[in-house]
């Protein structure tokens, strides 16, 4: 070690993921391993830590032959997107770190296109003149994607947030890459329409970002992910060429469907500029309901009663554990709404008719407690209430970063040892740490595993790596 | 307040808690404005138990579990959805209900005046030690009702509350969150107490409680029928949104 500090990240995949960012204009498709975007609720409030540049946190990782930004090119700059070029340190140190804190970048220009003949234009110049750039949302991803690692321009898509057309028939909005999903769904909600996709940052994430990411979020065991739900999407490649797939058809075969690659390309094929959604009603009815088993395998149970006697008005499966629950009183304050139990589910159904989804939810819920396999329970109806238990899942991420330093992983192993990773976790490095935290898409057998601890800690990244992924290959996860 | 002390020598309370829960617009939902500007929309929009009263409720349920009540009586006055209100109350501790039937609106048309009326008749044949109200309705923003029902039935009030505390000699002391901040008030009982929003955080009906809530008793009475003058003392002429920001302009 030269003394430098690694920080508590998927090491392998990020390096993977950095190489392939770097080499985008050799166009090179090589795709780190999916990571979803986590969840975080309240609005992303950058602090920017002091931390660690990328570069000199990965000694190994090298600045690709790439231009460096010179007053000639902010010149150029000024032109093409005039008095929306930033340069000042202060006006982009937010804009260099990443939303957990642990990925700082040393981008020296922001520009701020706001329409697409812009971003062209951006990109065409400095494929000319080899420099490199990241394009950037919301920032609010967990993985160190949205930041620069070197020096990179930062293409920020915040003033690109016109929505284009509604067609409230067919459900299909057309709108701008930088419009913020929270914002969307204000826009969307007179006409009784929601995004097919919402997870707990959606106050600040953008629309462009959740589909370069093909982010899956709280609502993907009803509505599908964004590869079902975006109909048409338009990109800005590397070389400064639009790419037009924005059909608004359900149904388009014409042609080879290019869109799929760019949801989830993670920028590395093109900067998405607008897309085309396929956006659901919202349900006439929403009811939660927050259950507490004292096993696993109570949990589990409790999951398939739910898939038998709930069907069609499943809506989403989401599972805490205890631990989850003590993060949020320490660190936010929010109180469980049951006592102590080891793992806690919870149930959305969403249906067109409150008395009938009430109806089967009290059956399940008279099932569940008549079998014995859930202590406690309660059950909301009322937005307010709605809300406030979907709270308790979505500030998971926001409670967590509350305690230092954050080791967060995002995989995806057999439903039936699905807990078995944070278990074992907690045997291996429990006592060297503050928390080990298992939560997460029980639907999509979905683990984020989070450990913490007050600040980065060697001997615990050791014990965690490349140990988790080693378990998480033995079961074929 | 009757304190019978039984053979451990346990203060064992007899005292009732008359508590009031409304049934307002969840306060998560966008309120929208009926065409004809006269009042806000309420057709198919989710409605939940005011938040003031659910804190009222919970302190009414502490008590009880601090064994310085032995019943709460949870009251509703409106339509007949209003008894989903008062089922939430049981679940959450209450014993029984009493649910008052009208039709009138009770974000306009049903006053703070005639509530503390129809309070007052329910007093009469109840008899409670203590009432705790909200201190507002969310929808109406009154915060008339309480203080009105102390006035008619010419008992002390502590408003506005943020802490109840009871003393050995049937009083309560009440911490009120005033403008200058926490002011201690004394009261003999019985008296009106409104909860601020410090008071307590309300807890969350739990299963098997909502299992019991079934089977408790909830009387029904129509508000016509209570022999109480509900005629409203002021017309609303016009709900509006309030005007749209302007864009603010640097000096």
Partial sequence: MRGSQVIGYALKPYAQYVRSHLRQYTKETNRSNKTMWAHSSAPMAQKPRLVQ??????????????ARVTDGDLQVFERLVPSRVLTEPDDIVGHNVDWSGTCRGDGKVLLRPKTTEEVSAILKY??????????????TGLVGGSVPVFDEVIISMSLMDKIISLDD?????????????DRINGALEPHGLMTPHILGSKGSCQIGGNISTNAGGLRMLRYGNLHGNVLGAEAVLPNGDVLDCLSTLRKDNTGYDLKQLLIGSEGTLGVVTAASILCPRIPAAISVALLGCDSFAQVLRTYDAAKRMLQEVLSAVEFMDRASMEVLQENLQLTCPLGAHGYYLLLETSGSNAAHDEDKLNSLLRYVME?????????????????????LRENLAVALRADGCVYKY??????????DLVADTRERVGSNTT?????????ESDIHMNVTCPQHDDDVFGALEPWVYDWVARCNG | LCCVVDQESLLVSTMK???GVKRVVDYAVKIRIKGDKSAVETANVKMSMNPFCEIAV???????????????????IGPKQSVETIRTALAMGADRGIHVTTDMRTDQEVQPLAIAKVFAKLIEEEKPDLVILGKQSIDDDSNQTGQMLAGLMDWPQATFANELTFGDDGTISVKREIDGGLQTVSASLPAVVTADLRLNQPRYATLPNIMKAKKKKVDSKALADMGVDVEPRFTVTEVSDPPTRQAGSVV
């Fill in chain 1, 435 to 443: 928390r080990v935290v298992g939560y997460g898409h029980l639907g």
């Fill in chain 1, 169 to 181: 028939i067919s459900g299909v909005l057309v709108c701008q890459a930088g419009c913020v999903v």
């Fill in chain 1, 371 to 391: 079998e014995g396999i859930v202590g406690d329970g309660t059950v909301a109806t009322e937005p307010s209430k709605v809300q406030s238990l979907w709270a």
């Fill in chain 1, 410 to 419: 995002d995989v995806t192993v057999p439903l039936s040892r699905f807990y």
């Fill in chain 2, 17 to 19: 808690v008359l508590v």
């Fill in chain 1, 126 to 139: 400095c494929n000319g003149r080899r420099l490199a750039v990241v394009p950037q949302g919301g920032n």
């Fill in chain 2, 58 to 76: 919970e302190e009414a349920i502490r008590l009880k579990e601090k064994k310085s009540a032995k019943e709460v009586i949870a009251v509703s």
């Fill in chain 1, 53 to 66: 540049l990328s570069s000199e946190r990965f000694p190994q990782l090298t600045r690709g032959d790439f």
